[in-house]
């Protein structure tokens, strides 16, 4: 199933594992401008690197892949509506001016594209209740504004429901990864889908956030899918 907000690879089944990449697409609709050098949305202040090839991989045998289709640039989905940084005038340093549109300008998003997408990827969750989910992310090395470098090659989010990150933190360091708990963000402010969908319906999840250098190719695209799918089965094993 594709429409242009989203992209469902596999079909999704009771008890499996659906993988949710809000941020898996740098497209930009017709009719908006954001103003931007073409080269900036290549760069993840448009997109999370990496992170559809790897979601993909992880396609088959009871997981599925939800993954959207518009810039984060465009409407950040992994957000609360009037939450900062939805539509970004300003990301990473770099002018957004396409983003200033004003009350009405960001009304007219959401209800074009933050509202159905959210409305069709609950539904989907309804229509066959997983034992996982897995908001699926990937984070620059580091920032432009920031000199300092990120070590975690995965960190692990949650906010109030910290079930199944308590397993993974425990499965990746035992393979010796550079965990973070809670970094480079924490899950008690950016995450917006989980609290939507996984936490305000007591579904267990992932938030996850592999470093973007990880998975920039196809060798640790496929790497890190093994790796996720792996981590994944174990995590529901445990629960």
């Not at 898996?24 to 448009?46: F, K, T």
């Not at 956030?209 to 529901?236: H, K, P």
Request: charged share 20%; net charge negative; proline share 5%.
């Amino acid at each position: 199933m594709k429409t242009e907000l989203y992209k469902l690879l596999g079909k999704p089944v009771e008890g499996g594992i659906v993988v949710i990449a809000d941020h898996a697409s740098n497209h930009v609709p017709d009719g908006i401008d954001l103003g931007i050098p073409a080269d900036l949305m290549n760069q993840h202040i448009a997109i999370d690197i990496g992170v559809a090839a790897v979601a993909e991989r992880m396609t088959g045998a009871g997981t599925s892949a939800w993954l959207a289709g518009i810039s984060r640039l465009v409407c950040d989905l992994n957000r609360d509506i009037g939450m900062p940084g939805m539509f970004p005038v300003v990301s990473d340093g770099y002018a957004i001016p396409g983003n200033m549109i004003g009350d009405d300008g960001r009304a007219a998003r959401v209800a074009e594209y933050f509202a159905p997408y959210h409305t069709a990827l609950e539904e989907m969750l309804e229509s066959a209740e997983p034992a996982l989910i897995v908001s699926l992310h990937s984070f620059t090395p580091g920032l432009a504004t920031c000199d300092k470098p990120r070590p975690w090659e995965i960190g692990i989010l949650y906010n109030q429901d910290d079930r199944a990150a308590r397993i993974a933190i425990a499965l990746l360091e035992a393979e010796g990864l550079t965990v973070g708990d809670q970094e480079p963000y924490s899950g008690r402010i950016l995450n917006a889908s989980m609290n939507r969908h996984a936490e305000a319906h007591g579904r267990p999840y992932l938030s996850i956030e592999i470093r973007q250098d990880q998975i920039a190719d196809e060798a640790g695209q496929a790497l890190w899918a093994e790796r996720m799918t792996r981590l994944c089965a174990g995590v529901v094993e445990r629960l």
